[in-house]
């Protein structure tokens, strides 16, 4: 119990350290970087003052993207009373240090008691905690991507049926929070099918997913005008999917920018071998291979972007790993499950085998 005890106090220490480098950040640069002020919080103001169609205008940059962050700001002011730049900053770290605490709390429900060494791993990560004190939605993206797998997860293991709900909800948090979400979306259908393809599964995910997915529609249907990245396709698309060296600069792009997430976990594969023999393809490989997606569907944005190749690759890959970097830290995590924990993924639920049976829960 002491041991155990001791895990909280360093998972603890580890966060209350982290929250001390997010301060000095924010100390530094109050307003966040330019994305903040330019996106989200120029769009809360909009909604703040009551100028609701204003908060999307056309000419505005990226105004096709959902507004749950600047949505979460605005009525942050409403509730003092007024603008001030306090709201984004404690929003922001909500959900830095909220995914610290998802993960940390998910794997040691999970009885993995290395939970406070994924934690350290996570905030420990130099970019995670600036990223995150730059009040962008990157960060809070991946808050949702972790809590809808971490819910998809805990009902492998549980197999209580709210958590299909809440894995479908935090998924439809994801998909308003950036257009990115709607990848992680695609990306977590198909790597969970295994998990989802139950027909009684699929109705509780969608129950909690649908109604932000039809809400997400209406929006882009009628105020947010084309996505510039879908907008730029056509005639020239085949030629940038055919330009080789283009494939070329953005693996070069890729390695740049991840080297320091492949070493860590490498060297974190490697502690976790010497403990226990590795697991690569466990019954956690659905968090992996949803991972695998993002990064494979990133690479097919970046091969199609109307965008200059080398000006969107340094401005926004180093962002985009905020994204599945949560959920690569939680797969390793993972691969410390005791092996009587293991799960299988077509064990059915009470309701489901009852249900199987002809009759209904």
């Known amino acids: 119990m002491k041991w155990h005890n001791g895990r909280h106090i360093i998972a603890f220490i580890v ?3 982290g929250i001390v480098i997010f301060v000095d950040e924010v100390r530094q640069f109050p307003f966040g970087d330019f994305d903040a002020w330019a996106i989200w919080n120029l769009r809360a103001r ?4 009551g100028a609701f169609v204003d908060a999307f205008p056309r000419a505005a940059s990226h105004a096709d993207y959902p507004f749950l962050l600047p949505l979460l700001v605005s009525s942050g002011w409403r509730f003092v009373g007024h603008e001030t730049q306090t709201v984004p900053i404690i929003i922001a770290g909500f959900f830095t240090f909220g995914t610290g605490v ?3 709390a998910t794997l040691t429900l999970l009885r993995i008691w290395q939970a406070h060494l994924m934690l350290i791993l996570l905030l420990g990560t130099p970019a995670f905690i600036h990223i995150g004190a730059k009040q962008l939605a990157d960060v809070p993206l991946g808050f949702f991507n972790l809590l809808a797998v ?4 805990i009902y492998l293991r549980h197999k209580k049926e709210m958590w299909l709900v809440g894995a479908g909800v935090a998924t439809g948090f994801a998909l308003w929070m950036k257009n990115e979400g709607a990848l992680f979306a695609i990306a977590v259908a198909l790597a969970f099918l295994p998990v989802l393809r ?4 699929i109705r509780l995910f969608l ?4 109604p932000f997915v039809i809400a997400l529609l209406i929006f882009k249907l009628t ?3 084309p996505n510039d990245l879908v907008a730029g396709q056509g005639a020239a698309t085949i030629d940038r999917i055919t330009d080789l060296p283009r494939y070329a600069t953005i693996i070069r792009a890729f390695f740049r920018d991840l080297r320091w997430y492949l070493a ?9 071998h010497v403990r226990q023999p590795l697991r690569l393809w466990g019954w956690h490989r659905p968090v992996m291979m949803t991972t695998l997606l993002i990064l494979a569907g990133y690479f097919v944005v970046f091969v199609t972007t109307p965008q200059p190749l080398q000006w969107h690759l340094d401005t926004a890959f180093n962002r985009l790993i905020m994204h599945f970097w949560p959920l690569t830290v939680f797969w390793l995590g993972l691969m410390l499950c005791p092996d009587e924990l293991n799960l299988k993924y077509d064990h059915p639920s009470r309701s489901e085998a009852l249900t199987n049976n002809g009759n209904h829960p």
């Open 15 to 17: 966060l209350i350290a």
């Open 46 to 49: 909009a909604l703040f003052r």
């Open 102 to 104: 998802v993960l940390y």
């Open 150 to 153: 971490a819910a998809l997860v």
């Open 198 to 201: 139950h027909p009684r599964r």
């Open 207 to 210: 129950s909690g997913a649908l």
């Open 223 to 225: 105020l947010a005008p």
């Open 264 to 272: 860590a976990t490498i060297l974190t594969m490697l502690f976790i």
